[in-house]
């Protein structure tokens, strides 16, 4: 599991990272990745948009860019799962 506790806070970003899962089999998958690295998490929010058959996701973190990039990598890997992140200027 990731680990915040050893970070320096000056070091982290907030980033906004948005997600469209087209394939909702990759639920789990996803939910296990945020688990992962829920010490970074600040919030979550997920929609599931019935009408069209996606998910969307929000997810707010404050980690390292590195541990940001690990984790939409890591969900941009799946199976029609779209990722974009947002990074403050801070």
Same mark, same amino acid.
């Given at each position: 599991?990731?680990?915040?506790?050893?970070?320096? &806070?000056?070091?982290? %970003?907030?980033?906004? /990272?948005?997600? @469209? =899962?087209? !394939?909702?089999?990759?639920?789990?998958?996803?939910?296990?990745?945020?688990?992962?690295?829920?010490?970074?998490?600040?919030?979550?929010?997920?929609? &599931?948009?019935?009408? %069209?058959?996606?998910? /969307?996701?929000? @997810? =707010?973190? !404050?980690?390292?860019?590195?541990?940001?990039?690990?984790?939409?990598?890591?969900?941009?890997?799946?199976?029609?799962?779209?990722?974009?992140?947002?990074?403050?200027?801070?």
């Amino acid at each position: 599991m990731a680990d915040s506790n050893n970070q320096n &806070p000056a070091e982290n %970003r907030v980033a906004l /990272i948005g997600i @469209i =899962v087209e !394939d909702l089999a990759m639920s789990d998958k996803i939910n296990d990745i945020i688990h992962e690295f829920s010490s970074y998490v600040v919030g979550r929010m997920g929609i &599931p948009y019935r009408h %069209r058959g996606v998910g /969307i996701i929000s @997810i =707010v973190i !404050d980690a390292p860019a590195g541990v940001i990039s690990s984790i939409s990598g890591k969900m941009g890997m799946l199976r029609n799962v779209s990722v974009k992140v947002q990074y403050t200027k801070i």
